[in-house]
């Protein structure tokens, strides 16, 4: 990184301005990947920082745009109490707030929002100074008009009733008309949008002046025609609601009676993050709402959402989990192929990893009770399908999260499907050693929940198991490890044996595949095949020359 750094630095000093744009960019990505490993460099970075987020001429304008997102992501990632950036906040600000009022740029203003935001985050409370000029900005920018029209022939053979796609294409194909938008003032108001839900999560008491005319905003941009625009909106509304909630605090005791004014305002929010999951066809949008709604439930508390809402975001959930959401069952005609299948993939993890965040957060709202019957009923079913081989490797391992996590919070509720769950999970073992963590950590929670190794939930007679070397009790219904292997009065498989069916009949196992045996190995992957020895107490490990 030393070498890096100090040549971007040379190029920032005497190339061109096309050249310094994307060594400024260069400098902002290092400077988010590396974090806090940035900060040597930060005395050498932030005097150049400084001198083109002030530079006049047009030529460098991309040059400002850049040098204000490096110098808001140093103070995002290296902190207000930074011996280096500290002390400078201040003057940045006032730099950013006169290049504001003096550029007529969309480009400055949306970058200009972005780093508002990032100062939000570092300062928290210490920010409410700024609120007054940085509020009003962001209305104004969300209020503008984008000049998003159609223009073109009106005679062709289309009804009218075009439907727009996120990119703000058109579904026609006759040629006839298209449709028009400044991009610049798109991404302005997407900046704008995510900056104020910034500002109501930095210093909620002193926000909450101004908490009606930001709803009044989000709330028309939660219907903006862009998905980046909608998702910001989402991520927004749920900050000012948790802002309300924090201002001005329940009584503590369940369930969770919410103040008038977090009241008001999750009755209006929750709604709508709740139609747009159900009605819009973008992923990403449908996305953030639903992970906007799994923050509300979880953090709102017990109680304070009402059971037939919760029921219904059940619902949604099952739908996400099973494909059958609005933004998963519309197709893609337009066979486009700018299309990239990463990005694609990216969008489906982050819809499913927002659908997963729901079940916890269900769990802890609705009661272990409550949420174990919905769980079994419409969500177990689904999950389970996810972890099957046929489903890439990433959403299977966010799935097996979204399983740790509910046995986690369900206990011995979850008892009827921990049988494939692990079987599925002891597969993955097998088959993905580069999700390992994932798949390890979600059985460390359903073992550690449900004593898989020796059963203690069993209803019938007990004892100790020697072959799993646990204190804990198990059916003697069949020896639980050493003999009949399934718990006769609870149908569960033993961990230990379902660890061996993996394994092919007589140890033929390839030595550069690895098994995880939770009970028998303490958490440690082990080569070979398990072979209970109860004389010994113990599991021997048969490996293949």
């Known amino acids: 990184m030393p070498q890096l750094v100090s040549e971007l630095l040379q190029v920032l000093q005497m190339g061109r301005p096309g050249v310094q744009e994307m060594a400024l960019s260069a400098v902002s990505s290092i400077a988010a990947a590396a974090e806090q490993a940035f900060q040597p460099y930060t005395a050498q970075v932030l005097p150049v920082l400084q001198h083109f987020m002030q530079h006049p001429g047009k030529e460098h304008l991309l040059c400002r745009c850049r040098a204000v997102e490096s110098a808001g992501i140093l103070v995002s990632t290296l902190g207000a109490k930074d011996p280096v950036i500290g002390p400078h906040i201040a003057p940045m600000m006032q730099a950013v707030l006169a ?4 550029a007529d740029s969309s480009e400055i203003r949306e970058y200009s929002h972005t780093m508002f ?19 009003g900005l962001a209305f104004t920018s969300c209020r503008q008009e984008d000049g998003a029209e159609f223009v073109g022939d009106d005679s062709s053979d289309s009804d009218g009733d075009e439907e727009l796609c996120s990119d703000g294409s058109s579904d026609d194909e006759g040629g006839g008309r298209h449709f028009n938008v400044r991009t610049g003032v798109m991404d302005e108001k997407a900046s704008a949008t995510a900056a104020l839900g910034c500002y109501a999560e930095a210093c909620p008491h002193a926000f909450m002046p101004y908490a009606e005319g930001c709803l009044q905003v989000l709330t028309t941009m939660s219907q903006y025609w ?8 989402f991520d927004s509304l749920m900050k000012l609601t948790l802002a309300a909630h924090k201002a001005f605090p329940p009584a503590a005791g369940e369930p969770v009676v919410l103040s008038e004014q977090a009241r008001l305002l999750s009755e209006q929010v929750l709604p709508m993050l709740s139609s747009c999951i159900e009605d819009d066809c973008s992923k990403p949008a449908a996305g953030a709402a639903a992970a906007a709604l799994a923050q509300l439930i979880k953090q709102l508390g017990r109680g304070a959402v009402g059971p037939t809402f919760l029921e219904g975001a059940a619902n949604m959930a099952q739908l996400l989990l099973q494909d059958k959401a609005a933004c998963q069952e519309v197709e893609d005609d337009d066979e486009d192929d700018a ?27 609705m ?51 921990v049988e494939p769950l692990l079987t599925l999970m002891l597969r993955e073992l097998q088959t993905e050693v580069g999700a390992w963590p994932v798949f390890e950590q979600g059985l460390a929670h359903i073992n550690a929940r449900h004593q898989l190794s020796c059963w203690a939930s069993c209803r019938c007679e007990s004892s100790a198991c020697n072959a799993c070397a646990r204190s804990a009790r198990v059916c003697t219904r069949g020896s ?3 003999g009949l292997h399934t718990c006769l009065c609870c149908t569960v498989m033993c961990v230990c044996h379902a660890a061996a069916l ?16 939770w009970a028998a190995g303490g958490g440690q992957p082990r080569k070979g095949r398990p072979v209970c020895d109860a004389a010994a107490g113990s599991i021997a490990w048969h490996v293949p020359a």
């Open 339 to 365: 299309v990239d299948d990463e990005d694609v993939a990216a969008e489906e993890e982050d819809l499913l990893a927002a659908a997963a965040d729901l079940l916890p957060a269900l769990a802890a709202s």
């Open 480 to 482: 639980c490890c050493c």
């Open 367 to 417: 009661g272990q009770d409550a949420y174990a019957a919905a769980f079994l009923g419409l969500h177990a079913e689904p999950l389970l399908a996810r972890l099957r081989p046929q489903q890439p490797a990433a959403l299977r391992a966010i799935a097996a999260g979204a399983a740790a996590e509910v046995a986690e919070a369900l206990g011995g509720r979850v008892t009827p499907v």
């Open 226 to 233: 862009h998905e980046e625009a909608r998702a910001a909106a």
């Open 117 to 135: 935001g990032n100062v939000a985050r570092a300062l928290g409370e210490e920010f409410a100074p700024y609120l007054g000029h940085v509020v």
């Open 502 to 517: 993996w394994l092919p009949a007589g140890g033929h196992q390839p030595s550069e595949r690895r098994l995880l045996c």
């Open 99 to 102: 290049g504001y009022a003096a």
